[in-house]
């Protein structure tokens, strides 16, 4: 089993930045995929940027350009800087390792979800 915790949440002004971090320890692989969600209240779960072992990195329409996610293999710990932060980027952030990777999608491992990290953007 994998446990995963994130971090990094808080309250920003729009425009601002936040950096979060989400490691992972337990039964990883030596190479995994994973994937940073979001969900915003009342909405459901959505991908935000997806790393596939291989070191490709997509992200949603939304994020683009504004969000980068990277990898630290030795540490299992996967961040996502977010600049530019705007209020419909307030939502509870969630990270997921070891999920499907095919056909360019990511699905996530329903076994590898952290408790999530509140970000909330507003002045």
């Known amino acids: 089993q994998v446990r995963v915790v994130e971090s990094g949440g808080g309250l920003v002004q729009p425009g601002g930045s936040l950096r979060l971090s989400c490691v992972g320890s337990?039964?990883?692989?030596?190479?995994?995929?994973m994937g940073w969600y979001r969900q915003a209240p009342g909405k459901q779960r959505v991908l935000v940027a997806q790393?596939?072992?291989?070191?490709?990195?997509d992200y949603a329409d939304s994020v683009q350009g504004r969000f980068t996610a990277s990898r630290d293999a030795a540490k299992n710990t996967v961040n996502l800087q977010m600049n530019n932060l705007k209020p419909e980027d307030t939502a509870v952030y969630y990270c997921?390792?070891?999920?499907?990777?095919?056909?360019?999608?990511?699905?996530?491992?329903?076994?590898?979800w952290g408790q999530g990290t509140q970000v909330i953007v507003s002045s």
């Open positions: 997921n390792f070891d999920g499907s990777y095919i056909g360019g999608h990511y699905t996530p491992h329903p076994d590898s």
């Open positions: 337990g039964n990883i692989p030596n190479m995994y995929h």
């Open positions: 790393l596939s072992s291989g070191g490709r990195v």
